[in-house]
């Protein structure tokens, strides 16, 4: 494939953007390379500046769902532009997102609508600190919730790819408050409420990790964060800006059946467009200002345009078998993934929650621990992306991402990325 146009841009984006681009995730640090232009989506592909078309698997990292330009978002766009594009004021979209969102989620009696899941996060952890009145903060390896000055310690995602899990610019003051314990591991969990637990104003974890890849919660883990932090009195958030309404409808808590007391959401429920969102038991909730004393503000929060998406894509999500469709695609890609790479003798694994996946070079048979991810075969993962990429499949430009399957991929996309994969793995095993 030929990259003229998207060369091009990138070297024009030098001068004027940052490392020349807007989000470090989107270049290609981790892989090599320079980062492709992307001008146009249709269902599971996206086309680039060169007129290249890739079967996408990032699906704008998680909120495309129902794929690229699907004809319910844009038909729910056109009709909320012809009303306008902010108002700064309520609206009774607001109310009708707020509304489904707390009937899909039990856990959430209220939600407070912002523009960012670095925003929820961030607000959250506020409300938290506020309601229980401690400063105290546990998060753990390898899982990412924006960037929140307190929270970039041993963060995942773009961090992992850079080489920098920390960042400059960020008071050592801040992350003193913050406890980092491994991912998994329910022992450590306990024995850090034991010496903090009087504290600890919140516990948050990605319930099922996306940020180091797709990594799920062993049996227990969970469990133990709801029953440490219900015994001291500590807030339970669930950072689901990635797998709610990703992974299933009630989003992971429903399917690990562990309730948290606050859930953070973003990505999905604007269907493509910015929003993020933070809810959940009401009296923790009725500290926000203007209620409480817990301040908390956005001139854009409920964009009628992100609204407007998101309630289009709720109602197709909530229609019957979409998930179990979602999740059988899903398992037909990884299952074919699997089959080509043990044919070229490649060491390769994978996990699944839902429409979201992980692919890992290594040879344990489940990878659910941090240290675990961090071994895998980063020259492996970079050969199998050039390839793939060469062959029309997109994936994220980093091993520790997860990808995402969406209800527009069919049997012919598919096929074509297990065929662009049989390529990749033949090209990782000659090395």
Not at 17 to 44: E, M, Q, T
Not at 290 to 301: C, I, N, R
Not at 411 to 420: N, P, S
């Amino acid at each position: 494939m030929q990259h003229d146009r998207s060369q091009h841009l990138h070297g024009q984006a030098l001068n004027y953007i940052p490392g020349g681009v807007n989000s470090p995730v989107r270049a290609f640090k981790g892989v090599g390379g320079n980062p492709l232009f992307f001008k146009g989506g249709d269902g599971a592909w996206l086309i680039d500046a060169d007129d290249n078309r890739y079967v996408d698997y990032v699906g704008a990292w998680g909120p495309l769902i129902l794929g690229h330009r699907h004809e319910r978002i844009i038909a729910a766009l056109e009709q909320q532009l012809s009303r306008g594009l902010a108002y700064g004021a309520s609206t009774e979209a607001e109310l009708a997102m707020a509304r489904t969102v707390c009937q899909l989620i039990p856990a959430i009696d209220q939600l407070r609508l912002v523009t960012s899941g670095t925003e929820a996060t961030m607000s959250a952890i506020r409300l938290a600190r506020g309601f229980t009145g401690r400063d105290l903060v546990v998060k753990f390896e390898g899982c990412y919730h924006g960037h929140v000055d307190g929270l970039l310690v041993k963060a995942g995602s773009g961090a992992l790819t850079l080489g920098e899990p920390d960042s400059l610019g960020v008071p050592q003051a801040y992350t003193a408050l913050t406890h980092v314990l491994p991912y998994n591991d329910p022992q450590a969990v306990a024995d850090c409420f034991a010496q903090h637990g009087a504290d600890i104003a919140c516990v948050i974890v990605e319930p099922v990790a996306g940020n180091m890849n797709c990594v799920l919660p062993e049996p227990g883990f969970l469990e133990a964060l709801r029953e440490r932090c219900s015994h001291h009195g500590s807030v339970l958030i669930f950072d689901e800006v990635m797998s709610g309404f990703r992974v299933a409808l009630g989003g992971a808590q429903s399917v690990y059946g562990v309730t948290p007391d606050l859930t953070t959401l973003g990505k999905v429920i604007g269907g493509g467009l910015p929003v993020g969102a933070f809810g959940g038991r009401r009296d923790i909730m009725n500290c926000i200002a203007p209620q409480g004393a817990v301040y908390q503000a956005g001139t854009l929060s409920g964009s009628p345009l992100a609204v407007a998406a998101g309630l289009a894509m709720l109602e197709e999500v909530g229609k019957a078998g979409f998930y179990d469709d979602l999740a059988q695609k899903t398992s037909q890609l990884l299952a074919g993934l699997k089959e080509r790479a043990q044919a070229h003798g490649v060491p390769f694994t994978t996990n699944q929650c839902g429409g979201m996946f992980g692919c890992f070079f290594s040879e344990e048979e489940t990878v659910s621990r941090f240290p675990q991810v961090m071994a895998c075969d980063s020259g492996a993962f970079k050969r199998y992306f050039h390839v793939m990429l060469d062959n029309g499949v997109y994936l994220a430009p980093s091993a520790f991402e997860a990808g995402f399957v969406s209800s527009a991929h069919g049997v012919t996309e598919i096929q074509h990325t297990l065929d662009a994969a049989d390529k990749a793995f033949a090209a990782v095993a000659k090395n």
